[in-house]
């Protein structure tokens, strides 16, 4: 029988886990003052996307760009400058920036105490932060390391651009950063960079669990999607009590807010909480009781996910609450929404 288990680090040898927020394979640039908690990388994702915590002070980053690489940041707590192709914009709480493969860009926490959540695809680009980065034991994040970080970086060896996927790109008087406009409450129809500002942009809701995506297959080329998942106990039926099973798709749900139970394999529902990170392995049936008033999570998918689901079956709704009473189900849209995902 299977049971989802709670690791301190992802493991090497498969399967779905639960790892606490503060925990995953940790380590540091030295002299960057911050700290990278990676929950999923390679190893457990075959590649297709690593998702960790960057977490620190105000630090200051190099403009480089990607030739492959797909680089998303999704900021949790304090703020981040994001610098994209010739804007930038400072990221709060809940605010995000896509900057696909050969945008010039630059990341830059502005703190007090920055936490961003990144996914990157291909996965593999990670590979970079851990030949230049040691392991780190402490507690939140090494503000105190005053060493050189630049001296890490010899670390990478010669030809590391072309190996690691990562140009370095000097630019010549950057612009201040730019306010937030309506342009910035939209997701394009295709893989460009933008801005999305927190709480704006599509929203669907399946039931009673609303789905608002940073960003879908359609704006990553078919390679990722994020969403924020919010639902409640008090509604009495949930499509996601049905058995999910994405056949190629992982998922990594950050949970923000209340409790849930979480079952795999048809084995016993394990209760994560606010704070927790649930890993769950492609081709793994699953399902998600919701067991607070309100729920608040991140999903991440490495491909089309839970947010497809809601986008399938439910129905477009903008306002910002969840509703009182749950909307109607069409469950012959769910079963084709849950078989599709099958396949």
């Excluded at 503060?22 to 700290?35: C, N």
């Excluded at 400072?90 to 493969?101: H, N, R, Y």
Aim: with cysteine; hydrophobic share 35%; charged share 20%.
């Amino acid at each position: 029988m299977a049971v989802l288990r709670r690791v301190q680090e992802p493991p090497i040898n498969g399967g779905s886990y639960i790892v606490d927020r503060m925990d995953g394979e940790i380590f540091t640039l030295p002299g960057s003052k911050g700290a990278f908690r990676m929950y999923c990388s390679q190893v457990q994702t075959g590649n297709t996307m690593s998702v960790f915590g960057w977490d620190g002070p105000v630090s200051d980053q190099s403009y480089h760009y990607h030739k492959k690489t797909h680089d998303i940041f999704l900021n949790a707590e304090g703020l981040m400058k994001i610098y994209c192709d010739g804007q930038s914009r400072i990221l709060g709480p809940g605010d995000f920036a896509s900057v696909p493969p050969g945008l010039i860009h630059k990341p830059t926490p502005l703190g007090p105490i920055t936490k961003a959540l990144p996914l990157i695809t291909p996965a593999d680009w990670v590979e970079a932060f851990r030949v230049t980065s040691d392991p780190y034991k402490g507690v939140m994040f090494p503000e105190y390391d005053n060493q050189w970080s630049w001296g890490a970086m010899k670390r990478l060896g010669e030809n590391w651009e072309d190996k690691y996927d990562s140009y370095p790109t000097p630019v010549e008087n950057p612009p201040e950063p730019n306010s937030w406009s309506k342009e910035d409450t939209i997701l394009p129809d295709e893989p460009v960079g933008y801005f999305l500002k927190a709480n704006s942009g599509p929203r669907w809701v399946l039931g009673g669990i609303s789905s608002r995506p940073f960003i879908t297959t359609k704006q990553s080329f078919g390679k990722c999607a994020i969403s924020s998942i919010e639902s409640s106990k008090l509604y009495k039926k949930s499509a996601f009590s049905r058995e999910m099973r994405f056949a190629t798709v992982h998922h990594l749900l950050v949970l923000f807010e209340g409790r849930i139970d979480v079952a795999i394999n048809n084995g016993p529902k394990v209760t994560v909480y606010a704070g927790e990170v649930v890993f769950l392995e492609a081709d793994t049936t699953f399902t998600i009781e919701f067991l607070t008033k309100y729920v608040k999570f991140w999903s991440y998918a490495s491909g089309d996910g839970l947010e497809s689901i809601i986008q399938k079956a439910g129905v477009r709704n903008d306002s910002q609450a969840l509703p009182d009473a749950p909307f109607a189900v069409d469950d012959v849209k769910l079963d084709e929404a849950l078989a599709e995902i099958s396949q």
